[in-house]
């Protein structure tokens, strides 16, 4: 293990700002506190981190206090670098509101990261796109939940899907922070897919982990293919193998 990211790290919190201190593993963070009391540590946020987005649920948008237009003049004077739009479903949209939104948020220069299921046509109008449960998912809620695995086919589909629209694509895997074998399965199918960055964490976005894992492999050498029931994928250092069924990765050093 190397402290190199071939894919970078990013981080989601919705905690209080004022209890976490290092902000420097992270290349964005997305968070949710604005509080008068905390502005200091929100300064120090986003003094620290190269991109920081603010959280915003896109379903219950006309419920915001403060209302869109007053927060948004808020986040434009912090500086922050865009919105992260959760619970983005663009059916459950009227593509007035959802075409309203965007524009909303690229008339004043935000860039936006979507979280949810959107449909094609707004997928290019957006400049990330989440997979939450990104194989490392749980059942239950984010306050009584047990740790669980998304299945690998439907999560390669979706990949495959938001690939084929040009799509920056980051991901968010659940998990404890002591399995260590569950976090580097994780990590190592972001590098077999080409993802744009990775989070490991606790469903209920309160406490940051640290990461514990990183591969510096190189570039890869071809794109993954299916072997014997495994996914395998050459990288300059060596090769990534991983078994969806037994839900279990290792690198096979060149």
């Not at 981190?49 to 379903?59: C, G, K, R």
């Not at 399995?179 to 209920?204: G, H, M, R, V």
């Not at 014997?228 to 250092?237: A, L, S, W």
Request: charged share 20%.
């Amino acid at each position: 293990m190397t402290i190199h990211d071939l894919i970078p790290r990013f981080c989601v919190y919705y905690g209080w700002l004022n209890v976490v201190h290092d902000w420097s593993p992270y290349s964005f963070v997305i968070f949710a506190d604005q509080h008068p009391d905390r502005r200091n540590r929100l300064e120090d946020l986003i003094a620290e981190v190269p991109e920081t987005y603010f959280y915003i649920d896109a379903l219950g948008i006309s419920q915001l206090n403060p209302p869109l237009e007053p927060l948004l003049d808020t986040l434009e004077q912090l500086n922050i670098s865009g919105i992260f739009l959760d619970r983005f479903n663009t059916s459950e949209l009227t593509d007035r509101v959802t075409l309203n939104l965007i524009q909303t948020l690229k008339d004043r220069h935000f860039k936006i990261i979507g979280n949810g299921e959107i449909t094609p046509q707004f997928l290019s109008s957006i400049d990330k796109c989440m997979i939450e449960g990104f194989l490392g998912s749980f059942i239950g809620t984010p306050d009584n939940f047990q740790y669980d695995y998304a299945p690998f086919i439907p999560t390669e589909e979706k990949v495959q899907h938001l690939s084929a629209h040009n799509t920056e694509i980051i991901a968010i895997s659940y998990g404890a922070e002591n399995n260590l074998d569950k976090e580097i399965y994780c990590y190592l199918s972001t590098q077999l897919f080409d993802l744009n960055a990775f989070c490991y964490a606790n469903p209920s976005l309160m406490t940051p982990y640290a990461p514990n894992v990183s591969y510096d492999l190189g570039k890869p050498l071809d794109r993954y293919h299916l072997m014997k029931g495994v996914f395998v994928r050459e990288f300059e250092k060596g090769t990534i193998i991983i078994d969806p069924i037994k839900q279990i990765s290792s690198i096979k050093p060149r």
